[in-house]
């Protein structure tokens, strides 16, 4: 079968799905094909764009790791085994499970990060931050985790109880910023620490070389690799990562990126963390807000293309903010040329 005919044959599938009154009559599905077919179109085109383009040095296939949050109920706990399950097959470097704001979520996310490892052999690095907390509260869970084989960690300052919005004061007898507890992390052995980036730049930074010169304290302090906050503009990215370069900072900078399909939440959270939603991507789901679906074709497809972006730019990992969610996440990846892995029989 050519191409042609199997993304059709593809279209046609989806069609029927999405408007089952379309049954097997073809004419209807076609209709239907007509209806969708920018989005089909665009999603498949990039998909075979790459599978033709696997040879190209400039197209090489990237690794990737892939962020969760702790679930509060057991049927969240359901979904993130789910999700976690599905992209595992696609050998992420690592996980990491994120931190409620104020370490509110300390359990949770200690079991998440357990079972994470445990049942599904992943090797996560948990986030850990140090806002409101004394040095050895932050200090005796760094040691669970060493003492459960977990050798990364994504160290950050984090928000207070009320936000980023809200004021933050540095505990008395804690870490005060990253850096610091970068710095009183280094000396535990077998450590590897993710730090944040902002593009941006942090929504209460005096400066942006002043943002600059915290990431250069974070690596000079020990850490291995920084991870940024989600951007929407690669140029934001390119720009901050040379800037970073002049400053001296030669660790990895890695590009988190969110798959925009939550677009109402994206615009609320973008604000709150000073990330930009340009108007050209918030407009392409006006009038879909109720349709899921479509949200997310649109949202992966421009999650694909903001990638081959930035490979071509010569990046070489990705960290994908999941919400717990598979399918678009494993769409990136599987556009970008990540396959599942095959256990091959004895
Ligand atoms: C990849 C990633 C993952 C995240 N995961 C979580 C999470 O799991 N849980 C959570 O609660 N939040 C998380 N956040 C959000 C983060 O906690 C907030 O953005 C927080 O406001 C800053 O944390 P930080 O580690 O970036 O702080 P820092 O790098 O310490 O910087 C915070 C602010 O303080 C300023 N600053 C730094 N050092 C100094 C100094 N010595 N003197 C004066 N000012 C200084 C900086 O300019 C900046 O404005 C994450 C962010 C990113 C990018």
Same mark, same amino acid.
């Given at each position: ?63 990737v790791s892939f962020e969760f949050f702790p ?13 976690a399950?599905?992209l595992?097959?696609?050998?992420p470097e690592f996980v990491s499970v994120t931190y ?9 996310t200690?079991?998440a990060v357990?079972?994470l490892k445990?049942?599904?052999?992943f090797d996560v690095a948990p986030h850990l931050t ?15 985790y060493?003492?459960?084989?977990i050798?990364k960690l994504v160290t950050l300052? %984090?928000?207070?109880?009320? %936000?980023?919005? %809200? ?25 590897e620490l993710f730090v944040s ?28 690799a920084?991870i ?26 890695i590009?988190g ?60 990992h990705f960290h994908l903010y999941t919400?717990n ?22």
């Amino acid at each position: 079968m050519d191409a042609l005919s199997f993304h059709f044959l593809l279209a046609l599938t989806i069609c029927r799905e999405k408007e089952p009154s379309s049954g097997v009559d073809i004419s209807v599905a076609k209709i239907s094909f007509d209806k969708y077919k920018d989005i089909f179109i665009c999603l498949f085109y990039d998909v075979n764009k790459r599978t033709l383009s696997q040879g190209d040095a400039d197209m090489s296939v990237p690794s990737v790791s892939f962020e969760f949050f702790p679930p509060k109920t057991e049927e969240g706990n359901r979904t993130l085994f789910e999700t976690a399950s599905r992209l595992s097959s696609l050998s992420p470097e690592f996980v990491s499970v994120t931190y409620g704001a104020g370490g509110s979520t300390r359990e949770p996310t200690a079991k998440a990060v357990s079972e994470l490892k445990e049942k599904l052999g992943f090797d996560v690095a948990p986030h850990l931050t140090c806002v409101d907390a004394s040095k050895e509260e932050t200090l005796e869970i760094v040691r669970d985790y060493l003492n459960q084989g977990i050798t990364k960690l994504v160290t950050l300052r %984090g928000d207070p109880r009320d %936000g980023v919005e %809200g004021v933050y004061t540095p505990p008395a007898d804690g870490f005060a910023y990253a850096s610091d507890l970068v710095a009183g992390l280094r000396d535990l052995e077998r450590l590897e620490l993710f730090v944040s980036a902002y593009p941006e730049v942090h929504p209460g930074t005096p400066s942006a070389t002043f943002d600059i010169e915290v990431l250069k304290r974070k690596q000079d302090n020990g850490a291995s690799a920084a991870i940024t906050q989600f951007f929407f503009n690669n140029d934001d990215f390119f720009r901050y990562r040379d800037r970073a370069a002049t400053a001296g900072v030669t660790m990895p900078i890695i590009p988190g990126i969110m798959v925009p399909e939550n677009i109402k939440g994206v615009l609320r959270f973008a604000k709150a963390c000073g990330a930009t939603v340009p108007s050209s991507l918030s407009s392409r789901f006006a009038g879909i807000e109720d349709d899921e679906e479509t949200r997310r074709l649109i949202a992966t497809h421009f999650t694909i293309q903001q990638c081959e972006q930035l490979v071509t730019a010569g990046v070489k990992h990705f960290h994908l903010y999941t919400l717990n969610r598979a399918e678009s996440a494993y769409a990136v990846c599987h556009a970008l040329g990540l396959r599942e892995q095959l256990v091959e029989a004895a």
